[in-house]
């Protein structure tokens, strides 16, 4: 089922929020990056062999019905700071395990996910340093984040608002290529960085940080 169908599937009557906006756009040339953008991220979830995973700042849960369609078959939980989006996800998705928290602090123990999975959010937060501690603190081995890529990105949006098409509010954070993985890095091993047109994704090792001898 294509992302767009996802997003509209369970979607109270009049319920509306940015994030569920852009995964709902109705124009094919963008549904068809986005489609390559989560086959980016599921065959980097798969090469982790994660069956335990935390999706930070998960919105509806749009992104983890995608994943299942792709084969995902592991337990996934997610948190949203928006109570509302929250409800959503519960009534689209009640397989999984939902809840309302912060990325600055989130609401779980120390090294309890194998994957901290964290879709197009970071460049929204005013502290996304303390927001990578948090995730880092809670991924037992791998953290899969994905970002806008800079300049390419608002290049993009310039030409999306000047054609009267709207544009993705809201960020906070621009990070080019060299700067997204040096931001990466403060939370362990760069294991893999891959991009698609206007998103790049970078596969951290954080066990260096949690582990005094090699692994």
Not at 84 to 95: G, L, T, V
Not at 105 to 113: A, C, I, R, Y
Not at 137 to 143: D, F, K, P, S
Request: glycine share 6%; hydrophobic share 40%.
């Amino acid at each position: 089922m294509p992302v767009i169908e996802h997003a509209r599937k369970a979607r109270p009557d009049g319920y509306t929020s940015d994030n569920h906006r852009k995964w709902e756009f109705n124009n094919s040339l963008y549904q068809k990056h986005l489609e390559l953008y989560l086959d980016h991220m599921y065959k980097l979830l798969t090469f982790t062999g994660a069956q335990n995973v935390l999706d930070a700042g998960c919105g509806e849960g749009i992104v983890y019905r995608s994943m299942v369609e792709r084969g995902y078959k592991g337990k996934w939980t997610g948190f949203d700071f928006s109570a509302e989006a929250i409800e959503f996800a519960k009534i689209a998705s009640p397989e999984a395990d939902w809840h309302v928290g912060s990325a600055y602090e989130v609401p779980f123990k120390d090294e309890q996910f194998d994957v901290v999975f964290c879709s197009q959010v970071l460049e929204h937060l005013p502290n996304p340093e303390k927001a990578l501690a948090e995730l880092d603190r809670v991924a037992e081995h791998w953290l899969l984040i994905s970002v806008p890529y800079e300049p390419v990105f608002r290049t993009l949006t310039w030409i999306s608002i000047k054609l009267g098409l709207g544009g993705d509010p809201g960020h906070v954070n621009h990070w080019r290529p060299a700067d997204f993985r040096r931001f990466l890095r403060r939370a362990g091993k760069l294991h893999a960085w891959e991009r698609t047109t206007v998103y790049q994704i970078g596969l951290v090792d954080v066990r260096p940080k949690h582990h005094t001898k090699p692994v």
